[in-house]
């Protein structure tokens, strides 16, 4: 997987990175922009982005006036961008969100990024290893959990994660999964 939040520089206890501005669209000042999420539609549910150059400036906000999915990409027009030249000029920056702008979750939801770096363990107490990403399989989430040496697909499935403090995530994992994980299987 790129890390591809190593090619922005922002401050992550305010914002969170949701995309990149792929290009400009059309004539009007529309940007096409990649979600990292691979949730398109999501971008519909926020007022506001901030974006983040390569050197790390911030923008001020911009307000969405539209948006549309395209793809794994969403079309969007914001209010401070009125032509293609405008358009242009932000090309390949990051796409924040504010983290006070976040909608709260429901039951049975939660963010990727509150999952990141936690521990993981085992029903008994175990440690097993430390989230370093999630992806999505398109069937559900999955963590990847660094264990020693080896690294660990974790489905987030009700009957597997069984918890969650602050600190750590438990769970129950089925009898073998490490094993099909594991380097030498096969």
């Known amino acids: 997987m790129v890390d591809v939040v190593a090619d922005f520089s922002y401050p992550d206890d305010e914002y969170l990175l949701l995309g990149k501005v792929v290009k400009a669209h059309g004539l009007r000042g529309e940007v096409k922009i990649f979600l990292f999420s691979g949730q398109p539609e999501n971008l519909k549910g926020y007022r506001e982005i901030v974006l983040a150059g390569k050197n790390g400036r911030l923008s001020a906000p ?31 920056d990051a796409v924040l969100l504010a983290r006070k702008h976040l909608p709260a979750v429901g039951d049975n939801e939660y963010y990727w990024h509150n999952y990141q770096d936690k521990l993981v363990v085992g029903l008994e107490g175990n440690t097993i290893g430390r989230v370093t990403h999630i992806f999505t399989n398109g069937a559900q ?3 990847v ?3 020693a040496g080896e690294e660990l697909l974790i489905p987030i499935t ?3 994660l069984v918890g ?12 073998g999964l490490m094993e099909l994980n594991s380097n030498s299987a096969g």
């Open 62 to 92: 911009h307000v969405i006036l539209r948006s549309r999915a395209q793809g794994k990409a969403a079309v969007v027009q914001l209010a401070s961008i009125a032509n293609r030249v405008q358009a242009e000029q932000i090309e390949g």
């Open 158 to 160: 009700k009957g597997i």
């Open 164 to 175: 969650e403090t602050a600190e750590k995530l438990i769970v129950d994992l089925p009898p």
């Open 141 to 143: 989430d999955v963590l």
């Open 145 to 147: 959990v660094k264990t």
